[in-house]
């Protein structure tokens, strides 16, 4: 709540989209400017076909150690982390000015991860999911799904939810994957699909996220539109950033 108004915080959900590469890194990164002038925002989005994104500070050479990876359209994120393969998920992205209201102590990371089991529960997984409490044993598999941390969300044990972070001014940009099913450019990876058997439709997953979410944190989660400014800015940022061999290719 906040304490000058005792009314819920608001935090805008944004339209399901679905998009390439690019466009969504540019979108992700709009969330943070946003961030930065008091506006905390949520959206969940696709890709337009399967993409490699790598962590930045990954090389660029990653992706040449698979041949099913080197023929992927790729992108390079703001944030950390491993590589991912973008096909088969649903992805969200969550960006929260500073100030305890909306990032008290403790991880987001942990956090939304949580708050994403609960909603899968409330689809009807309960007993299969559980939050990773210690590192693994290492596997040499450079994809981020085949290897988890603390604070990751597994099914029967494996890895279906990571999430990166990327901070600036003390405001938050993170970003995650739902992991739905394996990809054939990763099929040693299975998602939720596979391991459970059952078919989630991706917004009946978004409706209970955001259920959760909201009953987890007290905010008010509100539908809004990208404004116009923000448009323009995620196609700039797309041309002259995320799409550009100087950023995707820079480590």
């Not at 992700?28 to 890709?47: I, M, P, T």
């Not at 399967?50 to 040449?64: C, D, I, K, M, N």
């Not at 009807?124 to 085949?146: D, N, Q, V, Y």
């Not at 739902?178 to 990809?183: A, E, G, Q, T, V």
């Amino acid at each position: 709540m906040d304490a000058l108004t005792s009314r819920p915080l608001i935090c805008r959900l944004l339209p399901f989209t679905v998009a390439d590469g690019a466009t969504n890194m540019a979108a992700d990164e709009v969330l943070l400017h946003a961030a930065f002038q008091n506006q905390a925002s949520l959206r969940f989005y696709g890709w337009s076909g399967p993409t490699l994104s790598l962590g930045y500070f990954q090389s660029a050479h990653v992706r040449l150690n698979d041949p099913l990876r080197v023929t992927l359209p790729w992108v390079r994120r703001a944030s950390g982390g491993s590589a991912l393969i973008h096909q088969h998920e649903l992805t969200y992205a969550l960006a929260l000015p500073p100030g305890p209201h909306w990032q008290p102590p403790g991880s987001w990371l942990r956090r939304m991860h949580a708050v994403i089991k609960g909603g899968l529960e409330n689809l009807g997984l309960c007993g299969k999911l559980t939050i990773a409490g210690r590192e693994p044993e290492p596997t040499g598999e450079s994809l981020c799904f085949g290897q988890h941390t603390p604070g990751d969300l597994l099914c029967e044990g494996i890895k279906v939810v990571g999430s990166a972070q990327r901070k600036g001014r003390q405001c938050l940009l993170q970003h995650g994957a739902i992991l739905m099913k394996r990809s054939p450019f990763a099929p040693q990876l299975p998602g939720i699909e596979d391991l459970c058997g059952v078919t989630l439709k991706l917004q009946d997953i978004v409706d209970a996220c955001v259920a959760e979410l909201s009953e987890e944190t007290g905010w008010s989660l509100q539908h809004y539109e990208w404004n116009p400014e923000e448009r323009q800015t995620t196609l700039a940022l797309k041309e002259q950033k995320y799409a550009t061999p100087q950023w995707n290719e820079k480590r």
